[in-house]
């Protein structure tokens, strides 16, 4: 083999093992419209990361740029150490895609159609049974296997899609706005599920909803033109703004995840570190809209046998940001968007706590 070879199958094999997802630099014209510029961001394995941004931002086209449906205009992207532009086909092996409009038939039964899309994927007839059961029960549609998809409600028309996308056990899945048009107990259905598989795989959501990344995702992208102009935590995100919503506590006490599991008003994924010596860092995100107090904080932790060892509040709502960050140019003019007043160099939204280079959009 070639030194250049060897390289890059050196190169991809440190991809595989570091990053499921790794985009470089990405855009993509349709004709004279940039739909995307610059982008840049990689995915750990096993990571729920969530696309935010306002339509026309250009989220969709960055999905079927990684799904292999489209072809990037420039700069590269590379799906478990796979090339989008060099092969395709064993790209779509390791992906599961949502489209916006998942792609049913609705005459089919949900195990006909199932089956259908098995066949089209190739899974061997003798592991068909087993492959679908699987894929039903995960997303909870072995109570309607027998009905027609146009007899189902839209919660359990996408719930159809997830398990088409799933299919053939992909380690990524890419979900294009999944909860659009569900009410809030299908789209609290939808979630779980994805903060499940979120588990096991390596997911990439789309979506106009904050809370739904404060729900699920691990890491957030807020894309407007094309352009990266947010990345991190979803707390991170809220909490490197003056005046957030971010509690951040420290305390002494075992079994922190099944406590906050009592707590009754997180809203973020909570970030939990426990130390040997039994105490724990924690922080999540709670709306201010909520009005959640330290006093109710405070009560949990007495009814859970927690001491407190030290409690922080900042305050600001992930909408607030988001809507800075995609419609004005606040932030670029060094304003503070809580108040719209001047603020020193530096104190804008930092990406990940860092400050995003708007030359290079990472
Ligand atoms: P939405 O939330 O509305 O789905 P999005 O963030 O997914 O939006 P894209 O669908 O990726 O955004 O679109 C990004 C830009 O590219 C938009 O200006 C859109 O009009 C344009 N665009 C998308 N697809 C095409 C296409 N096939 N031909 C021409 N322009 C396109």
Aim: hydrophobic share 40%; with cysteine; net charge neutral.
């Amino acid at each position: 083999m070639s030194a250049p070879g060897f390289r890059l199958k050196l190169r991809k094999l440190l991809i595989k093992m570091d990053f499921m997802i790794e985009v470089q630099d990405l855009s993509k014209y349709y004709g004279s419209v940039k739909a995307v510029d610059g982008v840049s961001f990689r995915v750990d394995r096993h990571q729920v990361l969530g696309f935010l941004g306002p339509n026309g931002a250009g989220k969709t086209t960055i999905m079927k740029i990684l799904t292999g449906y489209h072809f990037p205009s420039g700069g590269s992207a590379l799906v478990d150490g796979i090339s989008v532009t060099e092969d395709p086909v064993e790209l779509k092996r390791r992906i599961g895609y949502l489209p916006e409009t998942a792609p049913l038939y609705g005459e089919l039964t949900v195990e006909e159609y199932l089956n259908f899309i098995a066949g089209a994927r190739f899974v061997p007839r003798h592991k068909r049974r087993a492959v679908l059961d699987l894929s039903m029960e995960a997303c909870g549609l072995s109570g309607c296997r027998f009905r027609r998809i146009e007899t189902l409600s839209k919660g359990f028309r996408q719930r159809t899609g997830l398990a088409q996308a799933m299919l053939h056990d992909p380690p990524i899945l890419i979900l294009d706005e999944p909860t659009a048009g569900l009410d809030p107990n299908q789209i609290i259905g939808i979630r779980s599920l994805i903060r499940e598989l979120g588990k096991r795989k390596t997911v990439i959501l789309s979506t106009h909803i904050l809370q739904e990344l404060e729900a699920v995702a691990d890491q957030v992208l807020i894309i407007n033109r094309g352009k990266i102009v947010a990345q991190g935590r979803p707390e991170e995100i809220a909490g490197d703004i003056k005046g957030g919503d971010t509690w951040e506590i420290c305390l002494k006490g075992r079994a922190i995840q099944a406590g906050l599991d009592r707590l009754g008003f997180v809203y973020s994924r909570p970030r939990i570190e426990e130390a040997e010596d039994g105490t724990a860092r924690l922080s999540f995100f709670v709306p201010g809209a909520r009005g959640v107090e330290g006093e109710a904080i405070f009560d949990w932790a007495v009814r859970e046998g927690f001491k407190i060892l030290m409690m922080n509040r900042r305050s600001l709502s992930l909408e607030d940001i988001f809507v800075h960050l995609t419609c004005g140019e606040e932030i670029a003019a060094g304003k503070d968007i809580t108040t719209g007043k001047e603020i020193a160099t530096g104190e804008g939204l930092k990406p990940g706590g860092k400050p995003v280079a708007p030359e290079d959009g990472r």
